[in-house]
């Protein structure tokens, strides 16, 4: 590994006591970043993680679907560690898992303002303080969701497929100010909750691409993916590493796959 990339750096991680923002953060800790997380949970234990490295790590308590926290939350940050050079926008949650004709219609709202909408809130407030700064670099976590359309996911789906187009614009939009902007897109990524939901949840959809028995549904899943596995969060930090760095220093508005399928 490189060490020390992000030695004096600030990063910004929302969805910050997650597992993609957990393990994601403690990769930029480990190269010299310290780090800022948001949450609507209890980051605690990723601030202990995270504090052991040797970096300072605060973490703030804040709805990224509502613009004014967001705001108040960044001033804070500013506050706190002065400048915010890196921001990991990477917060979302995957919604309800039906056919688009029975789709909940208040559940398509919850995923398109916090996957959407609140992924802009984050990028508004902390862009126009790297237009400041004259420098920045940020990724947004959109998904392969977000690549094809995934069956029985049409908020989750439509919410990514939308990061993906405002990356490419924040990206010309935020250039001249010296500010870079990529997106990732994990597919199926295990063991661990998002994956056991996806997989009980499509079994349960009662479509005709996948099977009832859950089991099934596992290889079925697998089964789509090139590599025949579902993928590890430990393989996503590196590629947001890699964004982060100078090591992509001629690289905007792309949206990065790691693994494939759905
Ligand atoms: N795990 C996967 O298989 C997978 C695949 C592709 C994309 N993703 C994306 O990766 C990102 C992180 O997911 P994860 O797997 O770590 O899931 P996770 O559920 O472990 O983490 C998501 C975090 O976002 C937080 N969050 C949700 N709504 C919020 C809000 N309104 N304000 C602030 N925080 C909020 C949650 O509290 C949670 O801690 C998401 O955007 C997700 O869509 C995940």
């Known amino acids: 590994m490189v060490e020390n990339r992000f030695s004096k750096k600030v990063c910004v991680v929302t969805g910050g006591a997650g597992e993609i923002g957990v393990a994601t953060a403690l990769r930029l800790a480990s190269e010299g970043s310290d780090i800022a997380l948001i949450d609507l949970k209890d980051m605690k234990d990723a601030i202990q993680r995270i504090t052991m490295i040797g970096v300072r790590c605060i973490g703030y308590n804040c709805n990224v679907a509502d613009y ?49 909408i609140g992924a802009f809130h984050v990028l508004r ?89 859950r089991s099934v549904v596992a290889k079925q899943m697998v089964g789509e993916i090139p590599m ?8 996503i930090p590196g590629t947001v590493a890699y964004l982060m760095s100078e090591d992509s220093s001629f690289t905007t508005g792309e949206n990065i796959k790691i693994s494939g399928g759905i």
């Not at 506050?79 to 917060?91: E, R, V």
């Not at 049409?154 to 870079?180: C, E, H, M, W």
């Open 68 to 116: 004014g926290e967001v705001e108040e939350t960044v001033k804070a940050i500013q506050k706190d560690f002065t400048t915010i050079d890196m921001l990991f926008n990477n917060a979302g949650i995957q919604g309800a898992f039906s056919q688009i004709h029975t789709y909940p219609v208040k559940d398509f709202h919850q995923v398109i303002s916090i996957n959407l």
């Open 125 to 213: 407030a902390v862009s126009a303080v790297m237009v400041g700064q004259k420098s920045g670099v940020i990724v947004n976590t959109a998904s392969m969701a977000g690549v094809g359309g995934p069956v029985n996911m049409a908020a989750y789906g439509a919410s990514k497929f939308a990061l993906v187009g405002l990356t490419q614009t924040a990206a010309k939009d935020l250039a001249p100010y010296n500010i870079r902007v990529n997106a990732i897109s994990p597919g199926y990524m295990g063991p661990g909750f998002m994956w056991d939901r996806q997989v009980d949840l499509q079994a349960a959809a009662n479509s005709q691409y996948y099977d009832k028995d």
């Open 228 to 235: 025949r596995r579902y993928g590890s969060i430990d393989e």
